[in-house]
Each structure stands twice: as structure tokens, then as C-alpha cells.
């Protein structure tokens, strides 16, 4: 697609469902590689990133069904390489997640530095210091990071940054590491508290995930024959609550965890329009030109004036 021609001035009106998490999604997937079995995903989101996913395990060994539009089961009992391809690992940032995956089932790992929507500056060195801190020895050359360990230890990580990424991809290389690795001033978001379900679902040991301190228990292995649920895309459900806001409109947004917007919900109310929440629902709705508000972005699950 070259371009969207959005032609304005109706009212949204009516009810939308949301799907699941992009950002969960894409960290869940790579995280299946630590179990060495079977387990089903459903509400996947159906996008681009993450057919990517599945085809990058396909090509290090892993066997990937599609059952419906939002659901697969993945099959990581036989790996045959920890070497991802480059040209595709290059497409997207959540390449990366590849690293602690492999790293914590293989003690190996080779993937293209990651790719993706241009965001400005988002380096990868408390990734690596993560990696580094747990026992593995990273390289960094000719377009890709390679990173190798005899074995890995727990140990404490401090994030010099709130960093979502280097939260999940050390959470995910430490899971098997030999006793406990504390990551501190870790990222709070929801989808990194999806991944921790997940992996805990399939028997890891992870505690605090949406606080700032993350405790990860090692264990000797993952099962699985296990079926999880991919948390709804809190980014998706903001962008339509916004967009009844800004078209003085009146939707109803199902499929998702009011909880998770409370930040946002509460710019939406100063600005005077109405939010009403039902469960897995919200209902927001305006008939007046939104009033001013000053926003300023903060680590989740922060906005402030």
C-alpha cells in the first residue's frame, strides 16, 4: 500500500472489537522456542510482523499451524539452527526477541540487527547488557548480533533506561538460566506482564512483571500442551477511543481492558467528552468540540500535565 486517502467530517459511530496485542504477539511468539514442545496462541493479531514471526521459526526448525485467522499452533520440539535470516530478522524490530530465546534454550544465537518503523534512536545496549550480566559474550558486526554462553547464571540487571525491549528479552534469556536473575527499573507495560503469563503458563518461575522489579526463578525446562491468550492491544483501543473524541463521535470498543487506559481515559474526561466502562468494553462518546489539554508522555502507565 503507497497511501490512505482519508476523506473527513463524518461521525465515527458504532462498535469495534479489538484484537490482539502487536507488541505482545511478536515477544510471545520468538518465546515459544524456550519450551521444546507443543502450545496453541489464539487472538493473534493477523499483521504482517507477525506472519514474519512465524516464518523466521519455520526457517530455524519450528513447525507453525494456522487453525483460524487468529489462532496457531506452534510445534519448537525440534530446532535444526540458531542462525535466523538475516533478511528477514532486518524487516522488523522485534527481530531481536530471537536473541534471549535462543540464547536461553541454545546457549546461541545469530540474528540481523533489527529493522522496523523509524522511531528515531533506539539502541540495544541494555540488551545486551542483560545478555553480558547473565554470562553470554555478544558481538556486534557485519549487520548482526551474535551472542554464545557456556552457561547462564542468574544475576541482578539494572536498567540504566525503562527499556520494554531489553525487559522481555533478558526476562526470556534468564528462564532457564541456573538460579534467580532480579531485573530492576524494568518496564511496566502490559504486554511485557503478557509474556510473563505466558511463559508461566508453560512453567516458568516469573514474578513482579508490571512493577518495576522482576524476579525470574530458573527452571530446568518449559512444557507445553498449553493454550494461551494474547492480551488486547491497549495502543489499538487508545487510537479509537481518541478517534471518537476527534470526530465527536460515539463508539462502543469491545474486546479490551479498560484498566489498561486509565491514563488516557482521564485526558478524555478533561477534555469533556464521556467514558463509560463495562466490563470488557468502553463506551465513549462526545457531542462538542473537545477542550485543550496539556499531555506529557511518560513511561507507562504515566501521562501527566
Known sequence: ???????????????????????????????????????????????????????????????????????????????????????????FRASYYLIGSL?????????????????????????????????????????????????????????????????????????????????????????IVDVANFLNTMGADIRGAGTDVIKVNGVKKLHGNATYSVVPDQIETGTFMLAAVATKGDLIIKNCIPEHLDCLTAKILEMGANVETDGDSIHVWTTKRPNKANIKTQPYPRLSN
Open 103 to 191: 540464547l536461553g534454550r541454545c546457549k546461541e544465537a545469530t540474528v540481523g540487527l533489527p529493522g522496523g518503523c523509524n522511531l528515531g534512536a533506539r539502541p540495544i545496549d541494555q540488551h545486551i547488557k542483560g545478555f553480558e550480566a547473565l554470562g553470554a559474550t555478544v558481538e556486534v558486526a557485519q549487520g548482526k548480533i551474535s551472542a554464545s554462553a557456556k552457561s547462564l547464571v542468574g544475576t541482578s540487571v539494572y536498567m540504566d533506561m525503562v527499556s520494554v525491549g531489553a525487559t522481555i528479552n533478558v526476562m526470556l534469556a534468564s528462564v532457564l538460566a541456573k538460579g534467580t536473575t532480579i531485573i530492576e527499573n524494568a518496564a511496566k507495560e502490559p504486554h
Open 1 to 91: 500500500m503507497d497511501k490512505l486517502v482519508i476523506k473527513g467530517g463524518s461521525r465515527l459511530k458504532g462498535e469495534v472489537t479489538i484484537s490482539g496485542a502487536k507488541n505482545a504477539a511478536v515477544a510471545i511468539i520468538p518465546a515459544t522456542l524456550l519450551i521444546k514442545g507443543v502450545c496453541t496462541i489464539t487472538n493473534v493479531p493477523n499483521i504482517s510482523d507477525v506472519k514474519i514471526s512465524c516464518k523466521i521459526l519455520e526457517e530455524l526448525g519450528a513447525k507453525i499451524t494456522w487453525t483460524s485467522n487468529n489462532e496457531i499452533v506452534v510445534d519448537t520440539t525440534h530446532l535444526s539452527s540458531t542462525t535466523a535470516p538475516l533478511d528477514m530478522t532486518s524487516k
